[in-house]
């Protein structure tokens, strides 16, 4: 069986309905200039129960952990949490090849 594998650039809006969640994965659409903000294309959608996410979030948990342990990464303040929002303002969905 082949297992696909994708390159994820960032990730869009996260729901809940019901006990459904959707996870919206997003990759750049073009390479930005020096001075623009990345515009991110919608890729696809991870669609899950919720138990399944909270697992995913726990596992998630523990690698940050791990890369944090080893110093590879650091958790930011508060005010720089914020910085990376911005982002998501750029997503375009796009329905059978066309945006929309």
Partial sequence: MKIEE????????????????????????????????PILELDSRLVMSVDTLLRLYQGL????????????????NPTEQNSDLSTKQNISKTTRGKKT
């Fill in 6 to 37: 994708k390159f994820i650039d960032g990730v869009g809006n996260i729901s809940v309905q019901s006990a459904i969640a959707r996870i919206e994965l997003t990759r750049l659409d073009q390479l930005p200039l020096a001075d623009e903000a």
């Fill in 61 to 76: 948990g523990e690698v940050v952990n791990q890369l944090e342990a080893r110093g590879l990464v650091s958790k930011k």
